[in-house]
């Protein structure tokens, strides 16, 4: 997922902390941009992994310069610069210092050079972060979608090369891990492609050979599979797929636990699995799963995690609070796109589904011409309200969006705060998320079945 936008719920503003000794600053560098640019970030993982990442806004000076400087764990970082839809690479070492210009043509498109120390490694980084850019191979607007062919010829030219610029790292040890990156990353792309053909098509993943060849070559316990998420996809073949998610899935879920004390003897890749099976869990499948079970094991099974355990302690305590039957646990403030306010309580008095998306989320993005049927399925009917909630922080991104696919049905975004304790209050990691409210305020599903469900209507109809 691009930007890891659900850790981008979470975003806070650029720190910029004075460098300490004689170090340097990580970062000098310059924008130069006519048009508007919506987002500017630095984003790094703290454990190689997608959910350790870290994202900073930075700031510009006037004149567009602006420097990043922190405290990292390791003395050197690939790192990745956001700007709007562009994805960079930079490499950056404590005690030296990178330089980058980038610059926006007329068109609005971005290019990035770079300057200071270590120019080759940051070359190859933006090189290795361009062409593996998930976005690459995966569109929401399913009118620009190639098919699963063409995103693979497009994968494998990438690859190719990106592997003849692997020529300007002279420094052996370097180009061997960069080499291995690659190599990592071209192999998670490939199995990326293949799931969302899988999903599409309904085909299982292990009917396709070039899976299981794929799934085979990953050694779990090698680091470099960390950032490169193989380590993840290991994780998921070893295992037949949930095809239920409205079933209870702790033994599933537990069960995966097993197969890491068992096989993951690395203590690194033990500690970021753990981390994925619990994310996982509270994400997708909890609301109908045997939280306590669950949490039962998993404390059981992390106990030598102690910060991973005080982690989800409070999505624990808020999933027991948004059981079937449970009293709201946070009614949020709605703006609607004129900007006008009302409060979710205002809706009440009609059995309320709500669509939680992003205009970034593919997933839910997906969902809305099932949705928009839905809508149309209940148009005039006065027992039943359909809304659509986003958590964009990019509020004319959502606006262009609305303006593009004009929904019949009633559109609102949250505010930042609001967005903040209503994730927390009702325990939303992921998205997309659908949740079900009874006429009288009280919940009904907090983890709603999606509009493409073929039980959906039955559902709404069997709660009216």
Same mark, same amino acid.
């Given at each position: 997922?691009?930007?890891?936008?659900?850790?981008?719920?979470?975003?806070?503003?650029?720190?910029? !902390?004075?460098?300490?000794?004689?170090?340097?600053? !990580? #970062?000098?560098?310059?924008?130069?941009?006519?048009?508007?640019?919506?987002?500017?970030?630095?984003?790094?993982? @703290?454990?190689? &992994?997608?959910?350790?990442?870290?994202?900073?806004?930075?700031?510009?000076?006037? &004149?567009?310069?602006?420097?990043?400087?922190?405290? !990292?764990?390791? =003395?050197? %970082?690939?790192?990745?610069?956001?700007?709007?839809?562009?994805?960079?690479?930079?490499?950056?070492?404590?005690?030296?210092?990178?330089?980058?210009?980038?610059?926006?043509?007329?068109?609005?498109?971005?290019?990035?050079?770079?300057?200071?120390?270590?120019?080759?490694?940051?070359?190859? %980084?933006?090189?290795?972060? +361009?062409?593996?850019?998930?976005?690459?191979?995966?569109?929401?607007?399913?009118?620009?979608?190639?098919?699963?062919?063409?995103?693979?010829?497009?994968?494998?030219?990438? %690859?190719?090369?990106?592997?003849?610029?692997?020529?300007?790292?002279?420094? &052996?040890?370097?180009?061997?891990?960069?080499?291995?990156?690659?190599?990592?990353?071209?192999?998670?792309?490939? *199995?990326?492609?293949?799931?969302?053909?899988?999903?599409?098509?309904?085909?299982?993943?292990?009917?396709?050979?070039?899976?299981?060849?794929?799934?085979?070559?990953?050694?779990?316990?090698?680091?470099?599979?960390?950032?490169?998420? #193989?380590?993840?996809?290991? #994780?998921?073949?070893?295992?037949?797929? *949930?095809?239920?998610?409205?079933?209870?899935?702790?033994?599933?879920?537990?069960?995966? @636990?097993?197969?890491?004390?068992?096989?993951?003897?690395? /203590? &690194?890749? +033990?500690?970021?699995?753990?981390?994925?099976?619990?994310?996982?869990?509270?994400?997708?499948?909890?609301?109908?799963?045997?939280?306590?079970?669950?949490?039962?094991?998993?404390?059981?099974?992390?106990? $030598?995690? =102690?910060? !991973?355990?005080?982690?989800?302690?409070?999505?624990?305590?808020?999933?027991?609070?948004?059981?079937?039957?449970?009293?709201?646990?946070?009614?949020?403030?709605?703006? +609607?796109?004129?900007?006008?306010?009302?409060?979710?309580?205002?809706?009440?008095?009609?059995? *309320?589904?709500?669509?939680?998306?992003?205009?970034?989320?593919? /997933?839910?993005?997906?969902?809305?011409?099932?949705?928009?049927? #839905?809508?149309?399925?209940?148009?005039?009917?006065?027992?039943?309200?359909?809304?659509?909630?986003?958590?964009?922080?990019?509020?004319?991104?959502?606006?262009?969006?609305?303006?593009?696919?004009?929904?019949?049905?009633?559109? %609102?975004?949250?505010?930042?705060?609001?967005?903040?304790?209503?994730?927390?209050?009702?325990?939303?990691?992921?998205?997309? +998320?659908?949740?079900?409210?009874?006429? $009288?305020?009280?919940?009904?599903?907090?983890?709603?079945?999606? /509009?493409?469900?073929?039980? *959906?209507?039955?559902?709404?109809?069997?709660?009216?």
């Amino acid at each position: 997922m691009k930007k890891m936008k659900y850790s981008k719920l979470l975003v806070c503003s650029l720190l910029l !902390l004075s460098h300490q000794g004689v170090n340097a600053q !990580l #970062l000098k560098g310059v924008l130069k941009a006519p048009q508007k640019v919506e987002t500017l970030q630095i984003a790094y993982s @703290l454990n190689g &992994d997608v959910l350790s990442n870290v994202y900073r806004d930075i700031t510009c000076e006037a &004149d567009g310069s602006f420097t990043f400087d922190t405290q !990292l764990p390791k =003395p050197n %970082y690939d790192v990745s610069i956001y700007v709007n839809n562009d994805i960079f690479g930079v490499h950056l070492e404590t005690g030296k210092t990178a330089q980058v210009k980038i610059e926006q043509d007329k068109e609005g498109k971005f290019q990035i050079s770079f300057g200071g120390d270590n120019q080759n490694l940051s070359k190859f %980084y933006n090189a290795y972060s +361009r062409a593996f850019d998930i976005m690459k191979y995966f569109s929401i607007d399913p009118k620009e979608s190639k098919t699963t062919d063409e995103y693979i010829s497009l994968l494998e030219k990438e %690859y190719a090369d990106l592997k003849k610029q692997l020529k300007i790292i002279k420094d &052996d040890k370097q180009h061997e891990y960069y080499a291995k990156l690659s190599d990592g990353m071209y192999k998670w792309t490939y *199995i990326r492609i293949l799931m969302d053909d899988s999903e599409n098509t309904g085909k299982k993943l292990k009917e396709y050979p070039e899976y299981n060849k794929l799934i085979a070559s990953i050694d779990p316990n090698d680091t470099i599979n960390i950032p490169t998420n #193989l380590t993840i996809a290991w #994780l998921s073949s070893q295992q037949e797929p *949930i095809t239920d998610y409205t079933a209870d899935q702790s033994d599933y879920y537990l069960e995966s @636990l097993n197969i890491i004390g068992k096989q993951i003897t690395n /203590p &690194d890749i +033990r500690f970021v699995l753990t981390n994925s099976v619990a994310y996982n869990f509270f994400s997708f499948v909890a609301q109908n799963s045997d939280v306590n079970k669950f949490w039962t094991g998993f404390k059981e099974f992390a106990k $030598d995690y =102690p910060q !991973l355990i005080t982690s989800y302690e409070p999505q624990v305590t808020a999933l027991l609070k948004t059981k079937k039957g449970s009293e709201i646990p946070y009614i949020p403030t709605l703006t +609607r796109p004129d900007g006008t306010t009302c409060s979710l309580s205002d809706l009440f008095g009609k059995l *309320i589904y709500i669509d939680v998306w992003a205009t970034w989320c593919g /997933p839910c993005c997906k969902e809305i011409p099932s949705l928009a049927k #839905l809508a149309a399925h209940y148009q005039g009917n006065d027992k039943v309200c359909i809304i659509s909630v986003s958590v964009d922080q990019n509020q004319k991104a959502w606006l262009k969006k609305l303006d593009t696919d004009k929904p019949a049905w009633p559109q %609102y975004i949250l505010s930042q705060e609001e967005q903040n304790k209503f994730m927390q209050k009702w325990a939303i990691n992921g998205i997309p +998320r659908f949740i079900l409210i009874s006429k $009288d305020g009280k919940i009904l599903n907090a983890d709603a079945l999606r /509009p493409s469900d073929e039980k *959906i209507i039955e559902t709404i109809d069997s709660n009216l």
